[in-house]
């Protein structure tokens, strides 16, 4: 099973990235999916959930209104639009399935893909 996250880059505040998380191995349809985010000297800290099947999805406060994640099941492939973008979105995004992925419990989550870098920056 391997998740592959790209599409981070740098932006000007105001602006738009999509990030792209494509999975082998897995259907990302059949798991709980999500996005985390960790800036430089914090916490790790989760941005989005949906679970699976496409039921239901959740946004941090930070992000709520800005962000969207979606899921392409042909592509199995789940994207993060980032919207309206802000300094303190900066962070190395990652990506992570689990069949029932509690984003707070660490043992749910079975699979992460590697980070992309997102700068938000003048």
């Known amino acids: 099973v391997q998740l592959q996250a790209s599409g981070g880059g740098k932006v000007q505040p105001g602006g738009s990235l999509r990030l792209s998380c494509a999975a082998s191995g897995v259907s990302l349809n059949s798991y709980t999916v999500a996005w985390f985010r960790q800036a430089p000297g914090q916490e790790r800290e989760w941005v989005s959930v949906?679970?699976?099947?496409?039921?239901?999805?959740y946004y941090s406060d930070s992000v709520k209104g800005r962000f969207t994640l979606s899921v392409d099941n042909a592509k199995n492939t789940v994207y993060l639009q980032m919207n309206s973008l802000k300094p303190e979105d900066t962070a190395v995004y990652s990506c992570?399935?689990?069949?029932?992925?509690?984003?707070?419990?660490?043992?749910?989550?079975?699979?992460w893909g590697k980070g992309t870098l997102v700068t938000v920056s003048s």
């Open positions: 949906r679970r699976r099947g496409g039921t239901q999805t």
């Open positions: 992570a399935a689990g069949p029932n992925l509690i984003p707070t419990i660490e043992q749910t989550i079975h699979y």
